[in-house]
């Protein structure tokens, strides 16, 4: 960096980058070397220039932009950098002086490696809404014009001026036609499909209301009696496309239906013939040996072969603890490696492994969820009273005035349009999302914020969730233990693979000083080795003692002894997470709390304490067993809000009401769920709540102010007089007041409820 003159990275924040640099794993990124898989993942090359989009998940700050935008100072091969800071992606420009393996080898040594799944390779993103927004600007182009084409008809044009007053006529019909045939689509699309199944929504009298208006301003206009409602028609139109762009924006950011291919890698090591060579994942059969490195992902179901293998299951099942595994025992797809290489005959194809099995049978326990809103039961009834209205007035005028009867039903229709109702639920709506996704909670969809409100039972899993996924919370009873001996524990611990090993080391690594002789491991038992000629052995109480455990039958302790001689035992506790404990207090007595984990029963007096002797807590979980009680609870009467992480929960999220997953990083692997989290905002997850609940009052107070302004249109319209002079100020009027009730009201809330990040 500094041979690039860039070292302004540090200057622009006091945080600038977890990690600054990161050795590349020889071979690492070799699979982009194959131009089938290469090609999958280029956006565009040609002979000259190649573009490829890399997902970078460590992307927090500003130093970022920078570093990342300057990529061609590292590599004069990189003509040019672009990067969405939103969607965490980078976007590079590169010439065939370089290669795609050398440009994500770049990335990943200055700290931003690039995040490569199997999805990559199979899935398209969600198109972006390019078509939403081409329609929304068209419907404002038009909304605009037709507005100060109709100034002279609202200012009383003189009768002299038939020719201009037919020019602006005709002007507004030929604007209006793009509004009606192209910006209203999703509307006419939405209502259709509730329409065929047997469902009244709130399109269905919005589209009413938009054709009525046109083809009463369309009779007006050829008749010669007047300049019809263009403009409402197409102001309807406009505002309410900006509502749902806006509810739009949130949903584009995230996959919320990743599958396991999100969780597996591109390619993996075959050993074949002695040599090492790279494979595409797909290409992987039954009999292929492959090479796993430490910390990577086994990618499918098959028999250790060589190496000594400690595999973290918790993303699978839940056990927040890796288990060993010796040559010969079965491997299970989804278990990470922690330990060093190991090599693994393939029993089974990735497709069909236990993992996707398990991700396939998530539908088996689940039944449609209820997404519709309360304001389509709003709409329903407010339809069946404009009706009732509007066939009033057309009944008091056929008995008193017929020439009144279309004036006074068309312009009943048009007035009382509940598009007043519509704008308050989207932009109230969008404006919740956005808050919530600045303190990173995105939700699928604006539905969810109701479901989110109505629950009345919080399922929480435990490791990941509850508790951190890496880290163990260690004391330690027993004799002081001095420098050297600290040092001997750490430089011993440091031998090991084992994970309660690793944590040790890492609890004193600065006193990490001495050299180990005689190393011995005992698997799962403990280890020993000499440090400066003292023998120090580590381990079950058995196993440095030769008495057995009795004093800790819960608990996960290493004993620690020198000479034969105990000093002292560690325990290990999960670590929960940030002020979980306050965030649980906020909960008890509001709803009920449960807990559903695949872990031991170790934490279970910890977890009751947590959340209250009411709570319900159940261990040993199966995927399955999770699903089944969740469905128990809805049959009870229970609205259920699930928060879980690993795919151990996707049956739960699934057959949950609202699905919630807990993500460190928002690049890890999400089951189907209904909103992400990240981890570190759980401790806010009562605000949140509270927050939901108020978007229904606020939308409340709008509709009820949109009925004062109906009241008064109504009384226009009933008598067959309502004029566009009069229609051209209340529905503006009446949209924009919406709009400032549903930021206004919103933001309010927020700040009360110190959510107030803009």
């Known amino acids: 960096m500094n041979k690039s003159n860039l070292c302004d990275y540090y200057n622009l924040n006091d945080n600038p980058g977890a990690t600054r640099r990161v050795k590349v794993r020889e071979d690492k990124f070799a699979f982009l070397d194959d131009k089938d898989i290469?090609?999958?993942?280029?956006?565009?090359?040609?002979?000259?220039?190649?573009?490829?989009?890399?997902?970078?998940?460590?992307?927090?700050?500003?130093?970022?932009?920078?570093?990342?935008?300057?990529?061609?100072?590292?590599?004069?091969?990189?003509?040019a950098t672009r990067v969405d800071f939103a969607a965490k992606e980078v976007t590079i420009h590169f010439n065939n002086k370089t290669t795609l393996r050398k440009v994500a080898e770049l990335c990943t040594s200055i700290g931003y490696e690039p995040y490569i799944s199997l999805q990559n390779l199979q899935q398209t993103k969600p198109p972006v809404a390019k078509k939403m927004i081409y329609q929304l600007g068209i419907a404002g182009f038009c909304f605009g014009n037709i507005m100060l084409a109709s100034f002279p008809e609202y200012l009383g044009l003189n009768a002299s001026d038939d020719v201009l007053q037919a020019f602006f006529r005709i002007l507004n019909v030929l604007l209006s036609l793009p509004v009606i045939v192209y910006s209203a689509q999703p509307f006419y699309k939405s209502a259709l499909k509730g329409l065929q199944h047997h469902f009244l929504n709130i399109d269905a009298p919005i589209v009413l209301a938009i054709w009525v208006t046109f083809i009463r301003s369309m009779y007006e206009v050829i008749s010669g009696t007047g300049t019809g409602y263009f403009d409402s028609m197409t102001g309807i139109v406009f505002f309410m496309l900006?509502?749902?762009v806006l509810q739009d924006k949130t949903y584009r950011q995230l996959s919320f239906d990743r599958d396991y291919t999100a969780y597996f890698p591109v390619a993996v090591t075959l050993l074949k013939n002695g040599r090492e060579q790279t494979l595409a994942l797909p290409g992987i059969k039954p009999g292929d040996t492959i090479l796993i490195h430490s910390e990577e992902i086994i990618p499918a179901d098959g028999i250790l072969s060589r190496g000594k293998a400690w595999i973290d299951y918790s993303f699978v099942t839940g056990e927040s603890l890796p288990v060993l595994k010796e040559t010969g025992e079965m491997l299970y797809a989804g278990g990470k490696q922690t330990g060093g290489n190991i090599e693994v005959l393939v029993l089974k194809e990735a497709a069909q492994s236990?993992?996707?099995?398990?991700?396939?049978?998530?539908?088996?326990?689940?039944?449609?969820?209820n997404t519709s809103s309360?304001?389509?039961?709003?709409?329903?009834y407010f339809t069946y009273v404009v009706f009732a209205i509007a066939l009033t007035a057309g009944i008091y005028w056929w008995a008193n005035n017929a020439a009144k009867i279309w004036p006074a039903v068309t312009a009943v229709l048009i007035i009382a349009c509940p598009c007043a109702l519509l704008l308050s639920n989207t932009f109230t709506n969008g404006n919740i999302l956005r808050i919530l996704s600045n303190y990173k909670l995105y939700?699928?969809?604006a539905t969810i914020i109701e479901t989110i409100a109505v629950a009345n039972c919080i399922v929480f899993d435990k490791t990941g969730t509850l508790t951190t996924a890496y880290g163990q919370n260690i004391t330690y009873s027993g004799k002081v233990l001095s420098k050297f001996q600290q040092g001997a524990v750490a430089s011993l611990a440091s031998q090991s693979f084992h994970p309660l090993s690793r944590a040790l080391a890492q609890k004193f690594k600065q006193e990490k000083t001495c050299s180990v002789e005689n190393f011995a491991e005992t698997a799962g038992?403990?280890?020993?080795?000499?440090?400066?000629n003292e023998l120090f052995t580590m381990g079950s109480k058995a196993f440095v003692t030769s008495i057995k455990n009795t004093a800790f039958k819960t608990e996960t302790a290493v004993y620690v002894a020198q000479n034969g001689v105990l000093l002292g035992c560690f325990l290990f506790s999960n670590q929960y997470r940030k002020d979980i404990d306050k965030l649980l207090l906020q909960l008890r007595g509001r709803y009920k709390l449960c807990v559903l984990t695949g872990d031991s029963e170790k934490e279970r007096n910890n977890l009751q304490n947590l959340l209250g002797s009411d709570a319900t807590l159940r261990f040993y979980q199966k995927p399955e067993d999770k699903a089944q009680y969740i469905k128990h609870l809805q049959e009870r009467g229970y609205n259920v809000l699930m928060i879980g992480d690993g795919l151990n929960d996707a049956c739960a999220l699934k057959q949950s009401n609202?699905?919630?997953?807990?993500?460190?990083?928002?690049?890890?692997?999400?089951?189907?769920?209904?909103?992400?989290m990240d981890a570190s905002m759980l401790y806010k997850l009562h605000t949140f709540i509270r927050l939901c609940r108020a978007n229904k009052k606020i939308v409340l107070a709008s509709f009820i102010l949109s009925i004062a302004y109906n009241i008064v249109g109504l009384f226009f319209a009933v008598h067959g007089t309502l004029s566009p002079l009069v229609a051209a100020v209340l529905m503006p009027l009446s949209s924009l007041s919406i709009l400032l009730i549903a930021f206004g009201s919103s933001n309010m809330l927020a700040r009360s409820f110190k959510l107030n990040q803009s």
Request: proline content about 2%.
């Open 354 to 369: 236990y993992l996707t099995s398990l991700w396939a049978n998530k539908n088996e326990y689940t039944e449609e969820k």
């Open 38 to 79: 290469a090609h999958r993942l280029i956006s565009f090359t040609d002979e000259k220039i190649t573009v490829v989009t890399f997902y970078l998940p460590q992307i927090h700050c500003s130093s970022c932009l920078y570093l990342l935008e300057n990529l061609r100072k590292m590599n004069s091969a990189i003509i």
């Open 525 to 532: 038992s403990g280890i020993s080795g000499l440090v400066n």
């Open 443 to 445: 939700l699928r969809n």
């Open 658 to 676: 609202t699905g919630i997953a807990i993500s460190d990083n928002n690049n890890n692997f999400t089951p189907s769920c209904d909103g992400i």
């Open 242 to 244: 900006a509502g749902r």
């Open 374 to 380: 309360f304001v389509n039961l709003l709409s329903h």
